[in-house]
């Protein structure tokens, strides 16, 4: 069971299917793991907390639901600092494991045990999902 890894999710929704896609991803997670996430949303207004923790919650219920921290910060700039925002979250993580997720994307738990137990056993610093 993943339970020494926090899901960092740089975000910005600016489409339906990202919005869909950052509830899929998101309720995947925290209903299969006992990981942690955290979203950082950098937006001129927040429709991650209007739209999707709402039905992240309905879908998974408030327990679970209450392992996903969602950070705010608004901007009117039009460029994306995905490497600012990571490396906020990654100093927010209080999880010896720290997974740089795209939330437009899954992969089989058995990617994140091992990358997880990879990483935990100490045979490994890094973990890519590459081949």
Same mark, same amino acid.
């Given at each position: 069971? @993943?339970?020494?890894? %926090?899901?960092?999710?740089?975000?910005? @929704? #600016?489409?339906?299917?990202?919005?869909r896609n950052v509830i899929v991803s998101s309720c995947y997670l925290l209903d299969n793991t006992d990981c942690k996430i955290i979203v950082k949303e950098v937006d001129t207004a927040s429709t991650f907390a209007a739209t999707a923790l709402p039905q992240i919650t309905e879908c998974?219920?408030?327990e679970k639901a209450s392992r996903l921290t969602h950070v705010f910060e608004e901007s009117k700039e039009q460029i994306f600092?995905? %490497?600012? @925002?990571l490396n906020d979250m %990654?100093?927010?993580? #209080? %999880?010896p494991v720290v997974v740089n997720y795209d939330c437009d994307i899954l992969l089989p738990l058995s990617?994140? #045990?091992e990358s997880e137990k990879l @990483?935990?056993?100490g045979t490994h610093d890094v973990v890519y999902p590459y081949g």
């Open positions: 069971m @993943i339970e020494n890894t %926090t899901f960092i999710v740089p975000l910005r @929704i #600016e489409s339906h299917d990202r919005l998974i219920g408030k600092h995905r %490497t600012k @925002i %990654t100093m927010m993580a #209080e %999880t990617s994140y #045990e @990483i935990m056993d």
